[in-house]
């Protein structure tokens, strides 16, 4: 299985947006506060690895066969949040929306967290938009 780090550096608001929705949007190269995700306090440094696979697993498959397929073709994306003495990992209800190699989008943190970071620009939104499908279909034309 493959795996995709999304490691987020501590610093300036880099990469990292506030999208239409209220979903997180973040670039591979993401920096973000120093702040809680879960609640916006400062973190000082605490850092959650959250794990995230896409879903593999429809009603349909022979699942000793599928299950095979996934282990040597999946994609498992990891992520580095921060977080404050505060909150316990019980406390992430982080969820992906969709990845990609480079863009991950999950809902699930706080609102006041959200605040902190600017609103996705024009030219990602694009990139965006659409169904999994059209975003296939554009990353693959390009």
Known sequence: ??????????????????????DLVLLREA???????????PAN????????????DPAWHVPFFYDILYWV?????????????ICTSGNFDIQPVWFSKKVGVLRGASNTFMKLLPSVPPELSADLDGS??????????R
Request: charged share 25%.
């Open 1 to 22: 299985m493959r795996e995709v780090f999304f490691k987020l550096r501590i610093g300036a608001i880099e990469g990292a947006y506030r999208g239409i929705s209220g």
């Open 31 to 41: 920096s973000l506060p120093d702040r809680c995700i879960v609640c916006a306090t």
């Open 45 to 56: 440094g605490n850092i959650h690895r959250a794990k995230f696979e896409p879903l593999h």
């Open 73 to 85: 073709f999946g994609t498992r994306y990891i992520v580095d949040f921060s977080f404050c003495s």
């Open 132 to 141: 999994w499908r059209q975003r296939a279909l554009r990353s693959l034309l």
